[in-house]
T-cell receptor, first 116, second 113 residues
């Protein structure tokens, strides 16, 4: 379909492994967001891209988390040396608008990461 | 960012109206009120948003208090598919890099047949 696509849907990693989560936003959407959602909690903001520029990474919990969007479309969230507390659903959202309070965000179904 | 307060959970019967309240007493003049919902095992889904006037769309209605310190999401006839967590979110219109949605814990709506 034409929605936001995330892969893998499920990922199991051993503690200490590196993981990469991919987000394919809706074509032409300039804004892209990553969120982390722990079990039973609301999504928490991680980082925001406007085209290829990462304008806000204030929510990244540590320097083990890194996100990129080199060509302003597909984005990858990388987590190095995973820890058990990284277990969560990672959600990607895109929006056609640059900024402002009225734009609708379109979310993917998320990537569920389990760290053993 | 201004905070919102919602009840943790609510119950409704199928085909009856549902009124989901949200308090946002520290809302600023440029904050929009957004509602998203999240069905089980899915990402959040946009429902509706407004600034000052009441708003209607095919999914729901949004009633905004005159002082803007509270709002109510109205589902006119609840169905079993409306069972979800509903999030009320304030979003500034800064025109800059700060463009994110800040989610709380939302209201878990249960719909009984």
């Amino acid at each position: 379909g034409a929605g936001v696509s995330q892969s893998p849907r499920y990922k199991v990693a051993k503690r200490g492994q590196d993981v990469a989560l991919r987000c394919d936003p809706i074509s032409g959407h300039v804004s892209l967001f990553w969120y982390q959602q722990a079990l039973g909690q609301g999504p928490e903001f991680l980082t925001y891209f406007q085209n290829e520029a990462q304008l806000d990474k204030s929510g990244l919990p540590s320097d083990r988390f890194f996100a990129e969007r080199p060509e302003g479309s597909v984005s990858t969230l990388k987590i190095q040396r995973t820890q058990q507390e990284d277990s969560a659903v990672y959600l990607c959202a895109s929006s056609p608008r640059l900024a402002g309070g009225t734009g609708e965000l379109f979310f993917g179904e998320g990537s569920r990461l389990t760290v053993l | 960012d201004a905070k919102t307060t919602q009840p943790n959970s609510m119950e409704s019967n199928e085909e009856e109206p549902v009124h989901l309240p949200c308090n946002h007493s520290t809302i600023s003049g440029t904050d929009y009120i957004h509602w998203y919902r999240q069905l089980p095992s899915q990402g959040p889904e946009y429902v509706i948003h407004g600034l000052t006037s009441n708003v209607n769309n095919r999914m729901a209605s949004l009633a905004i208090a005159e002082d803007r310190k509270s709002s109510t999401l109205i589902l006119h006839r609840a169905t079993l598919r409306d069972a979800a967590v509903y999030y009320c979110i304030l979003r500034g219109n800064y025109g800059g890099a700060t463009n994110k949605l800040i989610f709380g814990t939302g209201t878990l709506l249960a719909v009984q047949p």
